[in-house]
């Protein structure tokens, strides 16, 4: 089959044609519309609303070329693509083959099953006249012609990094998927993680070993961070007759994933790597939503409830929720938009002070003296700077190479009560739920601990 790989270190997510893909009619948060040109000509684009920036190709576009030609100012090089790599850029001699879902009963009624590799997805949402066609992204689904044959396909599955909801969904479909939709028999499971590629430690994989396993928590495969080494994950991926790798984690997976793409590319064999982003945060370009998000948010809602209950039962209290998100804040909005009993929400993208007027000091008095208690959600990643400056702290990172985040929760908890404590005067009652006890207090969470 086809599948599309990325050398970034922003691969956070796949183009192939085994998972789910969104199609026109379900496209979500991209809008269609119209730019006319000269009167007579229209194009329709689909914009996405995030993005981030993998390596930029130029194309020539028809349409480009033929509004230049009439006289519009923005030609072929305002028409840019941030592609992902396929099979075919360093193995341009393959044999293609035809989509086994164009003989598939559930495709039968489908009026187009197939993405043209030309649809593009425009970065931009608002555009103006005269303003340059700018960046684009590939869409992605399934292509009418293929570079495997069901029958020479042996696939592997590897999980990386932290917890996520939904982890066993991902594997259990992906199994699912090659086996019904496309006829692939052959799929191994590596057990924990990028060293589970040469510890020798694998499952074979079939849909009767994946039936129920979207029902546990945690990842059927088990998980671990770091243990990349490149060149014995690909040796092994050669002796073992590996031709498709699915890589389900994160950011510092994903350059995992990368580094694996471009040591196969190197030596020249035929072999689809496809990233599967896994994070809860929703900071994922051109597509609707990651998986766990939505239980995230979810789950946010206990914390918030509880800290609102503790807040309005005594004068002047303060309640803090601190969620997840990283350098990201789709989880604490979604949870503040979902829930009415918030006052406060700070999240990375918009940057907060605490002194002075319209400061976030005022608006808590304000509201202690209107309402008698005030609840405030904030992102992990909201006023790290802020942290860092009092602290004077040195930025740490974890074994996937991320940067370890300070806790802003308990320096925002001390900030205020020392704040209204010595300067205003003012008995507060704090109440401060941050990540650590609220991901561990529920036992009947399908994951007790969503983390990338």
Not at 26 to 36: A, D, R
Not at 109 to 122: G, I, L, N, Y
Not at 263 to 286: L, S
Not at 414 to 437: L, S
Request: hydrophobic letters at 35%; glycine letters at 8%; charged letters at 25%.
């Amino acid at each position: 089959m086809e599948l599309s790989l990325s050398n970034s270190s922003s691969l956070r997510f796949p183009q192939n044609d085994f998972l789910p893909r969104h199609n026109r009619s379900t496209l979500g948060p991209f809008h269609t519309f119209s730019i006319k040109k000269l009167a007579s000509k229209s194009i329709s684009i689909c914009r996405p609303l995030i993005w981030r920036r993998p390596p930029l190709v130029r194309l020539n576009a028809q349409t480009a070329t033929e509004s230049n030609a009439s006289g519009d100012k923005h030609g072929d090089d305002d028409f840019i693509v941030e592609d992902v790599p396929h099979l075919t850029h360093f193995l341009p001699d393959l044999p293609s083959y035809t989509n086994p879902l164009k003989k598939s009963q559930a495709y039968a009624v489908v009026k187009k099953t197939f993405v043209s590799p030309e649809d593009m997805v425009a970065k931009e949402i608002i555009v103006q006249k005269d303003s340059p066609r700018g960046i684009h992204f590939r869409r992605a689904g399934p292509r009418e012609k293929v570079f495997f044959t069901p029958e020479e396909v042996r696939a592997c599955i590897v999980t990386c990094g932290g917890l996520c909801p939904g982890i066993n969904t991902v594997i259990r479909e992906i199994v699912c998927g090659l086996k019904n939709m496309y006829g692939v028999d052959d799929v191994l499971g590596i057990q924990g993680g990028y060293s589970g590629f040469y510890s020798k430690n694998t499952l074979n994989l079939t849909t009767k070993v994946v039936n129920d396993i979207h029902k546990r928590g945690g990842t059927f495969l088990q998980t671990s961070r770091g243990g990349h080494d490149t060149k014995k994950i690909v040796d092994n991926i050669q002796d073992r007759g590996i031709n498709q790798v699915y890589i389900i984690g994160g950011d510092g997976t994903q350059k995992g994933a990368a580094a694996i793409y471009k040591e196969v590319e190197k030596r020249g064999i035929k072999v689809a790597v496809a990233g599967i982003p896994k994070t809860i945060d929703n900071d994922i370009a051109v597509i609707d939503k990651s998986f766990g998000f939505d239980t995230a948010v979810e789950e946010a809602q206990r914390a918030i409830n509880a800290a609102h209950v503790e807040a309005e039962s005594v004068q002047n209290g303060v309640g803090i929720v601190k969620l997840m998100g990283r350098y990201s804040g789709f989880i604490a909005m979604l949870a503040t938009l979902g829930n009415r009993d918030v006052d406060c929400c700070l999240i990375p993208e918009s940057p907060f002070y605490l002194e002075g007027p319209g400061g976030l000091y005022e608006y808590v008095e304000q509201q202690l003296k209107e309402n008698r208690h005030v609840l405030i959600v904030l992102a992990e990643g909201a006023g790290q700077e802020y942290v860092a400056q009092s602290m004077q702290a040195f930025q740490e990172k974890d074994a996937s190479g991320n940067r370890l985040l300070l806790d802003v929760g308990l320096w925002l908890t001390q900030q205020i009560k020392d704040h209204f404590t010595n300067e205003r005067k003012m008995t507060i009652n704090m109440k401060y739920i941050g990540k650590r006890n609220l991901y561990t207090s529920g036992a009947h969470m399908v994951n007790p601990a969503p983390v990338k």
